[in-house]
């Protein structure tokens, strides 16, 4: 009776451990936002406006420069109140330029604000579609390995992105 009440004990232990244990996967979101056409093209807008303002920018930093050529070839022939006027017209310029270099490029800049509302929507789906995948699944973790290289060696039969590709409704090969 011990001998069976002792076996019981040990493959209620066993059979505890093995449906306590959790599994994990990982997605590779690099991979993931390759194969949404929504993202490319959100960053494919990204791209022009950053190209344009970088030539609005570029074409601002020219007048100066030219401004300056001119400053120095005239300043000698300037009265004290014309070059004053014109340091000043020079120096101006260049703070609105700086400005507007932080206005489209700076840490919470257009740049930055057309990105969270271009990419941040593409983000959450596929956030919410991980969890959805992690919650069914059963997943206790799932790992993105696009972001370095945290993840030394990973079976394949865990990548979950094309899941999440499914998920949101994009096929693959």
């Known amino acids: 009776m011990k001998r069976l009440l002792l076996i019981i004990g040990c493959v209620c232990v066993l059979v505890g451990n093995l449906y306590s244990q ?3 996967g990982f997605v590779d979101t690099e991979y993931i936002l390759s194969k949404i056409p929504d993202y490319k093209n959100a960053q494919d807008q990204l791209d022009q406006i950053s190209s344009n303002w970088q030539i609005e920018i570029e074409n601002i930093a ?16 300037l009265s004290s109140e014309m070059r004053e006027k014109r ?19 700076g840490i919470n800049g ?11 929507p593409i983000q959450d789906d596929i956030y919410d579609a991980i969890k959805e995948i992690a919650k069914s699944g059963t997943y206790g973790m799932i790992i993105d390995r696009a972001n370095g290289p945290t993840i030394i060696y990973s079976n394949q039969k865990f990548d979950l992105s094309d899941k999440v590709l499914y998920k949101l409704g994009i096929r693959t090969n």
């Open 87 to 105: 340091e000043k017209e020079i120096f101006s310029k260049e703070i609105a330029a700086q400005k507007l270099q932080q206005k489209y490029f």
């Open 22 to 24: 959790q599994r994990y």
């Open 110 to 120: 257009d740049l930055y604000k057309k990105r969270q509302e271009l990419i941040k």
């Open 62 to 77: 020219s007048e100066i420069k030219e401004l300056q050529t001119k400053f120095r070839a005239d300043e000698v022939f």
